[in-house]
């Protein structure tokens, strides 16, 4: 499944209070990219009331080289659901059950 790859690091430059506690790069390959954009066109995701595509981030605690600890972040869209809904026939029993 395409996704966008994080890693955040505890901001070590951090001033201000609504500067952000943790900071990183991250990346994303062409290929994925465009097979997101494919889902999201296809209609092959989830979306909250107000339209926007739902994604779901994985996160795992993890040690650089040097020693410092960050957390690897993986970003993906939201389709729990979506091919079984297209696949399946729509029921026509008015029985919610």
Request: aromatic fraction near 8%; hydrophobic fraction near 30%; glycine fraction near 8%.
């Amino acid at each position: 499944m395409p996704a966008i790859n994080c890693s955040m690091f505890k901001n070590e430059r951090k001033e201000r209070d609504n500067q952000p506690d943790f900071t990183g790069p991250g990346q994303v390959t062409k290929e994925d990219l465009m097979a997101m954009l494919d889902q999201v066109t296809k209609g092959q995701f989830n979306a909250d009331d107000d339209g926007r595509v739902k994604v779901r981030i994985a996160g795992w605690k993890k040690q650089a080289a040097s020693g410092k600890a960050y957390i690897s972040l993986s970003l993906q869209i939201d389709d729990y659901g979506c091919e079984a809904q297209t696949a399946s026939t729509p029921s026509t029993s008015s029985d919610l059950f």
